[in-house]
């Protein structure tokens, strides 16, 4: 997969690039987005929520990049280095073959941690390629101005919250604030850029050809020891250990965190409104998580959301949304203002670019279930949970108990107004259930009665007000008749039987009115108002969630060919972002941790499923 290396055109004429036309490289704390072009188009620096440096996938013009390609008519093509997190950009021209390896070391103790260091390596290793960089960075959003400093082949890019240093081993010019550098590489020729926050203990330091190379294999090493832990054996190991890979790199390494997606305000739809900030820890999304690792057999991971969890998520908290909030910050904080930036026109113009998220204040009751599942699996997989870890489970199963029948927002985060979701009502009988089975099988003291009363009375609430006997299927809300694709997991958190007359009743009006072609629409917002204009794509958790939903009713034939479809609409890399639009293309924040997850679990029971 891939463009051409002069697709964008120059500065003032610069086009976008599809939301599908990226790899990821990172260092477990922030990430890059880089073009199939050569350009990262997407940098937050020193972490994942942190303004970006580089924003020009939401503003071409003002939102700064680091362009690096061959300056002659050339082919890209883009790989992973097999098993790893470093990215391959090739470019293929006339008079040779050259690529840009990008990668950013993992580990090296806290000072080079601190140093946030990225490299470009280029090498040419066919014929002879004229290469170009131009390094535009745009501070805050492209909000505040910086200065250029030159000191033999540093420059420095000063703002007055963040200084970067690129050196490199090729003359660089300053050109206004940039920095610009034309060089040829012949075959066996590399060149190094590197670029590091600077300030306090951390100096410039440029990258030699031989640190790069010892850069580079100690990351892919790092990468491929991370991966060798990996029980997966099944059919689609490829797409599966991607997906873990781009798990890991959504991980926080300082507290355990785990972002919903490293990128804000992608659209769910060109000229919709649906833009929102993912670059926080959103108990849902990360509780599904750690269910996905732990099926293929990473605990460490686990075990470091579960610490995040007890440190910075405190039950005793009172909030007005409950005990817990539905997103933190990736360091724990709760307070995630949401704000628009005018200044930046959007991807494809597709304003707003909002930071910060409003629906940090939500009531979404279905997080509880989410959270006390994914400590039932960790206290079960890898390792028993601590007594006073037991005590906030307690707590949050009593709130649970005294608040599940209110109305809420939902798993879908609606502005449309509280409403009483069966998704959040089979999530609360989640959270009481697993707590339940966890108390029985290590003797551990809970309200049992209470406990067991209440998801009793869950159950029936679910099973008489969520069903619609002229719709013969279970709906979104209660006494309504709107389907949503949220109901497939039903059986897969064992609430019913996959093969329930009931649920093959729902599973077959899903799959006539929600479902497209193996893709999945979350519900028909004109017939279910949530608050936003505009439609969407179909959203990419749901079509693997019903391929679970397929396997379990054991239509395993119909659920392979689902699967396989779904695998088509990966970019050229096995990454998915949020939805995919009626022509097939990538829509929302990318990559999602969601839709990967998914993915795990959809091939995992799969996989046992066909034996």
């Known amino acids: ?113 601190e140093r946030h260091r990225l490299i470009r390596r280029v090498v040419c290793v066919r014929g002879s390629i004229p290469f170009r960089t131009r390094v535009a960075p745009r501070f805050d959003y492209g909000s505040l101005p910086h200065t250029v400093r030159m000191t033999g082949d540093t420059a420095e890019f000063e703002s007055e919250r963040l200084t970067l240093a690129l050196t490199a081993t090729v003359p660089l010019e300053a050109d206004g604030p940039d920095v610009c550098g034309d ?90 409104e649906r833009n929102w900030d993912y670059r926080y820890v959103w108990v849902r999304d990360a509780a599904f998580c750690v269910y996905a690792l732990l099926r293929l ?64 204040d939500q009531l979404q009751l279905d997080i509880y279930g989410a959270l006390i599942d994914s400590i039932y699996l960790y206290d079960k997989w890898a390792k028993p949970i601590s007594s006073g870890h037991w005590d906030d489970v307690c707590a949050l199963v009593d709130w649970v108990c005294a608040h599940w029948d209110q109305p809420d927002e939902g798993i879908w985060e609606t502005r449309g107004g509280r409403r009483n979701f069966l998704y959040s009502r089979l999530m609360c009988w989640v959270a009481i259930e697993r707590a339940i089975r966890m108390a029985n099988r290590r003797g551990l003291p809970a309200d049992l009665p209470r406990w067991r009363e209440c998801r009793d009375t869950i159950y029936r609430r679910i099973m008489s007000r969520g069903w619609c006997e002229e719709r013969g299927a279970f709906v979104q809300h209660e006494d309504g008749d709107v389907l949503d694709a949220a109901v497939l997991m039903m059986p897969l958190t064992k609430f019913i039987a996959p093969t329930d007359p009931k649920w093959l009743s729902t599973l077959d009006v899903l799959t006539e009115e ?65 939805e995919i639009s009626h022509t097939g293309e990538q829509q929302g924040n990318f990559p999602q941790a969601f839709t990967h997850l998914a993915l795990i679990s959809a091939a995992f029971n799969l996989d046992r499923a066909l034996g």
């Not at 996938?57 to 890209?76: H, M, N, S």
């Not at 704000?339 to 909002?354: D, F, K, N, Q, Y």
């Not at 079509?543 to 659920?559: I, K, L, P």
């Open 1 to 113: 997969m891939g463009g051409t290396a002069q697709d964008r055109g120059v500065p003032g004429g610069r086009r976008y690039v599809p939301i599908a036309e990226h790899g990821l490289i990172g260092d477990l704390r922030s990430v890059a987005l880089v073009g199939t072009d050569g350009t990262i188009d997407w940098y937050c620096c020193p972490a994942f929520d942190a303004p970006s440096v580089f924003a020009s996938i939401l503003d071409a013009e003002r939102g700064g990049c680091f362009e690096l390609a061959a300056t002659v008519p050339a082919r890209t093509k883009q790989f992973y280095f097999p098993d790893t997190n470093v990215l391959i950009t090739r470019f293929f021209t006339e008079d040779g073959v050259g690529e840009v390896q990008d990668f950013m070391p993992v580990g090296g103790g806290r000072a080079e941690a």
């Open 183 to 272: 060089f040829k590489l012949s075959e066996g020729d590399s060149a190094v850029f590197a670029l590091d926050k600077v300030g306090g203990d951390v100096t410039p330091r440029r990258c030699a050809r031989t640190e790069a190379e010892e850069q580079f294999a100690a990351t892919v090493a790092y990468w491929r020891r991370w991966l060798a832990a990996s029980r997966y054996k099944g059919r689609w190991r490829e797409m599966v250990h991607r997906s873990a890979l781009t798990l890991k790199l959504l991980t926080y390494a300082p507290t355990g965190a785990i972002v919903a997606a490293p990128t804000t305000s992608l659209p769910e739809e060109l000229g919709g």
């Open 297 to 360: 057999g990473f605990t460490g991971e686990a075990e470091a959301f579960m610490d995040f969890v007890t440190r910075h998520i405190s039950p005793g908290d009172g909030k007005t949304s409950g005990p817990l909030q539905i997103m933190y910050g990736i360091d724990g904080r709760t307070e995630l203002p949401e704000r628009t930036l005018g200044h930046l026109e959007g991807h494809h113009g597709s304003a707003p670019v909002r930071v910060g998220n409003a629906a940090a």
């Open 514 to 578: 929600l479902v497209s072609d193996s893709l999945v629409y979350r519900y028909d917002p004109r017939s279910s108002p949530d608050g936003l204009r505009g439609d969407e794509g179909t959203f990419s958790i749901c079509s693997f969630w019903y391929v679970e939903a397929m396997v379990h009713a054991g239509r395993v034939d119909e659920a392979r060919l689902a699967f396989e479809k779904m695998l088509t609409y990966a970019n050229h890399l096995g990454l998915y972002a949020e």
